[in-house]
């Protein structure tokens, strides 16, 4: 079977995770619209640049991503039809009418955040894929807390100025992640105890999710603090300590002077993030949904 995902860049629902997830379905190929300064397609070995490069001869075309799948509907694209789309983006919140109409007929994933905009659409609800088994884990011996809202356009909606004067406040090593290379960010998380995501999201129709940098804290032995959206659906809440502006202070200190507390909370963040964003999982969940 030959697969091809289409993202407008390398940092769209971790477009890299996905192609590799489903490398066990067949030939897969990534094609990007542009590469961001993260650098996020090294995750996966098969990487073509430009929408005008996209074969015409797949057997699935998996987009992800709103802006995306708008910008294939452009003329000067190639005519390709999608048979799956992962939605997760700005570009869905602001076009989601139409994005659904194109879609309802389609398997349609979505991060829990954003299903109030399905309006009675069906989707599916899948969390960013990862493996970072390769990745080596050593804490700082002090104890470190990371905050990573990549660049200054995002630090509104995560509360980071919030973030930097509770944590400021704090006995510990502060680690504010910007604008780095993906590979950058993920070294020094692995250094860092606890990972604080977001307090909020202020954005207009979005509720706080938990993100890509949410999931790598995880998978990374950090204790993961976030406020975030949980629909039902067949994947658990992810086990996140949910912190606002008016409890965070509170949290941070009972779990950085909580040692065995924490470490229990990490070892069930583990075990969460292990399963339910592993390749296996999510590139199983994507290709048995048709």
């Known amino acids: 079977m030959k697969i091809i995902v289409i ?66 509907l452009r003329n000067d694209v190639p005519k390709i039809c999608p048979t799956k789309v992962i ?51 050593n804490k700082d011996s002090y104890i470190t807390v990371c905050h990573s809202p990549a660049i200054k356009q995002k630090t509104v909606q995560k509360g980071t100025d919030i973030i930097n004067s509770i944590v400021s406040e704090l006995p510990v090593k502060y680690d504010l992640l910007m604008r780095l290379p993906w590979i950058d960010t993920i070294k020094r998380k692995a250094k860092s105890h606890i990972f604080i995501d977001q307090l909020d999201d202020t954005r207009q ?22 406020n975030f959206t949980h629909v039902e659906s067949d994947i658990p809440a992810p086990p996140v300590i949910l912190v606002n502006k008016d409890n965070l202070k509170e949290k941070l200190l009972y779990f950085i002077n909580n040692e065995i507390a924490r470490k229990l909370m990490i070892g069930r963040q583990m075990d969460w993030a292990n399963l339910y964003t592993s390749l296996d999982f999510v590139g199983h969940r994507i290709m048995e949904n048709t």
């Open 205 to 226: 129709d979005f509720n706080p999710a938990l993100g890509k940098s949410g999931v790598e804290g995880m998978l990374l032995g950090c204790l993961v603090m976030s």
């Open 87 to 137: 939605l997760s983006d700005t570009a869905y919140v602001e076009n989601s009418e139409k994005i659904n109409n194109l879609t309802a007929d389609i398997p349609t994933f979505i991060m829990p955040d954003l299903v109030h905009h399905r309006r009675g659409f069906p989707y599916i609800i899948l969390y960013h894929p990862f493996d970072l088994s390769g990745i080596y884990i």
């Open 7 to 72: 993202s407008e860049d390398d940092t769209y629902f971790n477009c890299a995770g996905v192609a590799e997830s489903l490398k066990p379905f067949g030939d897969v190929t990534l094609v990007l619209h542009e590469i961001s300064f993260k650098k996020m397609h090294i995750q996966t070995d098969n990487v073509i640049v430009g929408y005008d490069n996209i074969p015409t001869d797949a057997d699935e075309y998996i987009v992800t991503g709103g802006r995306s799948f708008l910008r294939l």
